[in-house]
């Protein structure tokens, strides 16, 4: 289903009071402070409006973590320099999806809601969020560069990383986009080898760690908390027979990495306010579970949430799940768990 076309502004802060000098120094801070772009986004190449000077980037960005940030950075600032404005092409569904449709190993940091709302924030002005199919990745390198990104997108600046490859069988590269650019009107720049690894960090890093439930790892990599978010759903309601009511939630993308299971001191996002709480991933062997579950204690909540929408950022890994001898040990430990759970939040 194509995205809706939609356009975002945040503008961050509010407007102080107009009485007092203090609040007279506030008032100009406001309005002096950068405030964030508006994001116009498009759900399909053909659908772009060719802007004056684009600064194009091309990629997945999966995580939007700080190896992309720097080349959207760059990207930001080119444009900046010379009048323009940055135009990131990505795709929907991931390229591997649709290239090798039986290998369900590929799991996603970022659902698409995410990665929109990360690039905003990030500043980037222009959102391309074209469908990946078989008949697109067949186009050719020089057909990509004239069709696509001179033609359709009437790119000024490329602003690439240094190992980039586009087109069938990923045939072009940083050199041929530098013999194409003289002749098609554009400028090439590539994020070098060392800005690159001075950062030394990859989305398939980032699966990893959060494989492994090292979500400290993971964020620091991201530069903010993994989220998880999903509709809560009807459970066995054993955690409020425990003294612990969780709310059961059901990830929107299958696709999503889960952490490894486990026990999560998180923050619980629902309705823009935001709630502390632990998370449990796992089976809950101690009751003879064995459906994988996703389930939230929200500390001193007692609304019941069925139906809505909660984000969970994770902040830090508790422990393992573990088997308990009964169902009193687990309470105390969960007790211990939230005491854990609070000194970290």
């Not at 591997?96 to 500043?123: C, N, S, Y």
């Not at 050719?140 to 069938?168: A, M």
Request: hydrophobic share 40%; with cysteine.
């Amino acid at each position: 289903m194509p995205l809706p076309s939609l356009t975002l502004c945040n503008l961050q802060g509010s407007v102080p009071d107009l009485l007092g000098f203090q609040n007279l120094i506030g008032l100009i801070r406001y309005f002096c402070q950068p405030k964030t772009a508006l994001l116009k986004i498009y759900n399909s190449i053909d659908e772009f409006k060719k802007v004056k000077g684009a600064v194009v980037t091309t990629g997945t960005f999966d995580g939007v973590h700080i190896g992309h940030r720097k080349i959207i950075s760059r990207l930001n600032e080119t444009a900046k320099k010379i009048g323009g404005e940055s135009v990131l092409l990505t795709f929907h569904p991931h390229p591997r999806m649709v290239l090798f449709p039986d290998d369900h190993d590929l799991e996603l940091i970022t659902t698409m809601d995410e990665k929109i709302q990360l690039l905003k924030d990030a500043g980037v002005q222009n959102l391309i969020i074209h469908p990946f199919t078989r008949e697109f990745s067949r186009i050719t390198s020089i057909d990509f560069i004239r069709d696509i990104l001179v033609e359709k997108l009437g790119t000024s600046v490329l602003v690439i990383g240094y190992d980039h490859h586009f087109g069938r069988n990923r045939e072009g590269s940083f050199e041929h986009l530098k013999e194409s650019g003289p002749l098609y009107g554009f400028q090439v720049e590539e994020i070098s080898v060392q800005d690159v690894d001075d950062v030394a960090v990859s989305s398939t890093k980032i699966r990893k760690a959060l494989q492994e439930g090292d979500v400290l790892t993971a964020s620091k990599y991201l530069a903010h908390p993994y989220q998880l978010s999903g509709n809560v759903i009807h459970g066995d309601k054993l955690g409020r027979k425990l003294g612990y009511p969780t709310a059961n939630i059901q990830v929107e993308d299958r696709n999503k990495v889960i952490p490894a299971n486990g026990v999560y001191a998180c923050y619980v996002i629902l309705n823009g306010k935001k709630l502390k709480g632990m998370l449990n991933i796992g089976t809950r062997p101690t009751v003879m579970g064995y459906i994988r579950r996703i389930e939230v204690n929200i500390f001193d909540f007692e609304q019941q949430l069925y139906g809505q929408s909660l984000i969970l950022e994770l902040k830090d890994r508790i422990r393992d799940e573990k088997k308990f001898e009964n169902v009193e040990r687990l309470k105390e430990r969960l007790a211990i768990d939230k005491n854990l759970a609070l000194a970290v939040l």
